[in-house]
């Protein structure tokens, strides 16, 4: 047998595209149009008079970010995890967490990593169809419903790529309905208008919620992501992740994303201005024919019954702009748009109107 027989073999998650053209307009990986908040440059800036603290390791424990995490989502430092983006995050929650042997359970689909971490790590799943509509049906996720038990539970709330909204009593019929799994909520979108799932955690001690930087703090090239779950889960998670790496976090990424937790004025009125973008932009692609479920997110998923998202896809791409098209199952109709600037969103309009005519 040689070594390449022995070798782990895996299929990679494919990221969206990063051009190295600047002129390109990016409306492809949900990224913020905006920078982030100004302290986040000027701290920037004063970095380089502690460049000499590179040679040590940073803080292990991330102590001055989880402190603001806890202060302001107001619960206790022992309740948050930080990590390299939520998808470091998530890959320590599959890791921790989903290992009893049964299937764990995510729609068919989501957010296109939690199969190839399944998959890494060698953990069963199983992906209850979501409806015609895109909505999830909770009755999925109910073992005394479906009479079959789980190995855990991942959702994607609002959902990636669909942009929909599970209500946060659904989410609870699902935490309560599984006593005996961690469940675990993606709110990679939740800061565009949705509703946390974190005010459960004062009854359930089987929830792990996940937010991420890089979306509406800005902050995606930072790579921050964070848990927040009971104090006995997180230190679950802790242990798994100090069995892995203890020094994940960078030092500039702990300063940095300090500083962008403390600006409550300007993440709030990004994330709404970027509603504002949203919801001027559906209204304009509804006016040229297009249906979409509705979006809670920085993105819009659509489809034209009279065109071919590819095609449509290849035509923005000639005009430079870059949005997301998956080419499998029922998500070959659709294209992912990223909300950007509303100057961005009106080149979008103008050229979909260039190419539907
Ligand atoms: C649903 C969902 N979860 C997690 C992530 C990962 O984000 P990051 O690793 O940048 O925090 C993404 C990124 O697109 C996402 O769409």
Redesign the pocket.
Known sequence: MSWQDTVRRVTPYVAGEQPRDKSVIKLN??ECPYPPAPGVRKLAEELRDRYADLRLYPDMDATALVKVLADYYGVGEDQVFVGV????V?AMCFLTFFTNGKPILFPDIT?S?YDVWADLFGIAYENPALLEDFSIRTEDYLPALTGKENGGIIL?NPN?PTGLELDRSEIERIVSGNPDSVVII?E??VDFGGVSALPLLKKHDNLLVVQ???KSRAM?GE???FAIGCPEIISFLKDVKFSFNSYTMNLPSILLGTEAVRDRDYFLATTARIIATRERFKKELTGLGFVFPDSHTNFVFASHPGHDARALFEALRERKIFVRYFSKGRLKDYLRITIGTDDQMDAVTAALKEILA
């Open positions: 990986t949900n983006g939520s998808d470091d998530l957010y990593f994607a990636a993606d990679a979108y991420t930087f890089s995606a790579r921050i992501g």
